[in-house]
């Protein structure tokens, strides 16, 4: 989840339904059912999901700054190409040049809130979903067997 969603093009399947949150929430209840033998509760699967999106929201701090403070320039570079060629955007310019000195860790800071509340909240619902899709059935006993009242007594 914080890997897909600190990757600038990929990061763009969070857009579609926080693509990448609820499916971190949804793996880390499959990694949960396939570690144990009997079924997980809904709960369970909701409780790992939010674990599963706070972590997220950490590793997606750990990747994004690295990758924002080597190719953020580039952007921006772009971005002014964009707007010299534009007309009529010379109060737009200003307000580009003034943020651009604030923005770095403020932007860095917002980012890792956002990410961590929208992964809190979406990661459980697909931690839940996960529980629900992943649910492993209870093996019945074998005839015979004790705690089994269904077989003939004689």
């Known amino acids: 989840m914080g890997v897909l ?18 499916s971190g929430g949804v793996v880390a209840a499959y990694v949960l059912q396939q570690g144990q033998p009997q079924p997980i509760t809904p709960a369970d699967g909701a409780f790992i999901g939010f674990l599963s999106g706070i972590v ?25 190409r964009m707007l010299d060629s534009m007309g009529g955007t010379e109060g737009f310019r200003g307000y580009f040049d003034r943020a651009e000195v604030v923005a770095g860790p403020v932007r860095f800071v917002i980012n890792f809130l956002t990410m961590l509340f929208v992964g809190a909240i979406f990661s459980t619902i697909g931690g839940l979903l996960g529980a629900l899709m992943f649910h492993k059935r ?11 009242f269904d077989s003939p007594v004689s």
């Open 5 to 22: 969603s600190a990757l600038p093009i990929i990061a763009v399947g969070n857009v579609c339904c926080c693509l990448w949150v609820i």
């Open 56 to 80: 997220g929201a950490f590793v997606y701090l750990v990747i994004s700054v690295p990758i924002d403070l080597t190719i953020g320039p580039m952007e921006r570079a772009m971005a002014r």
């Open 138 to 148: 209870e093996v019945p006993a074998a005839p015979g067997t004790p705690g089994n």
